[in-house]
C-alpha cells in the first residue's frame, strides 16, 4: 500500500491550495454575508480547470484522476463550502454524468462549454415531496411528436438560477416505477421552464440554491441522456461522483478547522499562557486531527478505487458518511477552541459550523448512507419489507 502522492499531485495541490488561498478566502466571508453567488470567482475556478478536472482533455477537460481531483477539491473546501459546492455539481452531478451517459454529440455539445464555465449545470434530482425515495418521481415525460413534454417541480437545485442546461429526471411510465425513469438534458431557457430562489438557508450563503418550475417543457429525443428507463442509473451513478466530491470538500473543512484552532489555540493566552499548552484545548485538537486523517483516508480509498475502475459505490458511501459527519463534528470542536471569538464570523469557523450542517443532508443523508452500507455488509435491502 503506498500513502505517498505522485510529484504531479503534490504540486495540484500545492497548486490549489496557493489558488484557495489567494483567490477564495479574501472572499469567502463577504460573499457569505451579502448572500453574493460569486461568478467572477466561479470564471476563476474554470480558468484554473477546476470545473472539469475529470473530464477527458478532448472534451475541455483537465484529464486528471479521481484521486487528484479530490485533492483540488479538499482546498477548495477549506476555503469556501459554497465555491466547493459549485465544482461538486459542476464536475461530479453534472459532467460526469453526460461523460458516461452522453452520446458522443452530447459530450462534444455540453462538456467543453461546462468545462470552459461558459455555460453552469445543475442537477435536478430532488422534488418537493422525493428526497431520499428518488425512484419515486413525480415529475412527469410525455411522448409528444418527435420528443417529450416535461412538467413537475424540483427543489434544494444548487445551480438551479444560474445553469443554463439542467439535468431533469422524470417519470416516463410510473408502471414501470424506476426502470420508467429517463433523465433529459433540458435547456434552462426553453418555454415553460422556470427557477426561484431559495431564500433563508442556515449557511452555504454564497450559493445560488432554486426550486425549479417545468410547465410542458418540450425537448427532443436526442435531450434524453442514456436511454428511457436508465433515469435511476443515471442519478446513482452521478451520486457516486458527487459524494466522493462532497466527502473531499468535508476533508478540508475538517482540515481547515485544524488549522484555524491550532493557531488560535497557539495565540490566546489565559491563565497567563497560550490556551494551546492545556490538556483539554489538546484533547480538542487531537480529536479533530484524528477526524481529519480518517476522512481524508476513506476519501483517497475511493478516489483510488474510481482511478482503478473497481467497484465503490460502498466505500463511496463510507467516506461520504464519515467525512460528512467529522467535519460537522470538527466545526463544532472548532468554535470550542475559539470560545466567544468563534460565534462571529471574524473567524471561518463560524462558517464551517453553518456551512457543514447541510452536507449530512444532501447527496444523500447519513440514514441513507448507512442504509446502502448496511446492505452491503448484511445482503438485505432494509428499505424492502421482508
Ligand atoms: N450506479 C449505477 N446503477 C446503480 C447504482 C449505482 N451506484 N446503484 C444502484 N443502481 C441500479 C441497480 O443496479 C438497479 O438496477 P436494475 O433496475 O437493473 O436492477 C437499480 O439501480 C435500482 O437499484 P437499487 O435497488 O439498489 O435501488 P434502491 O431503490 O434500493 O436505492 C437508495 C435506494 C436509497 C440507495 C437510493 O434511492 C438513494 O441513493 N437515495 C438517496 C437519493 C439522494 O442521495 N438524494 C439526494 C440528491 S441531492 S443531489
Redesign the pocket.
Known sequence: MDFDLSDEQKLVRETARDFANGEIVPRARENDRNAHFDLELIAKLAAQGYLGAIMPREYGGAGLDYLTYGLIVEEVGRACSAMRTVVSVQTS?VCSSILRWGTEQQKQHYLPKLCSGEWLGC?G??EPDT?????NQRTRAKRRDGGWSISGQKM?ISMGNHARVALIFAQTDPALA??GLACFLVDTEHPGFSSQEIHGKMGLHGSDTASLALDEVEVPDDAVLGNVGDG??V???A??S?RYSVAAGCVGICQGCVEHSTAYAREREQFGRPIASFQLVQAMIAEMVVQTDAARMLTWRAGFLKDAGRPN?TETSIAKLYATEAAVACANTAIQVHGGSGYVDDHPVERYFRDVRVTTL????SQ?QK??IGRAATGI?A??PQ
Do not use: C, P, Q
Not at 131 to 135: I, L, N, T
Open positions: 452531478l442537477f434530482l430532488t428526497g431520499s425515495d428518488a425512484a434544494w424506476h426502470r435511476f442509473k442519478a446513482m451513478s451520486l457516486d458527487g459505490t444532501y447527496e444523500g443523508t441513507i442504509l446502502i435491502n428499505l424492502v
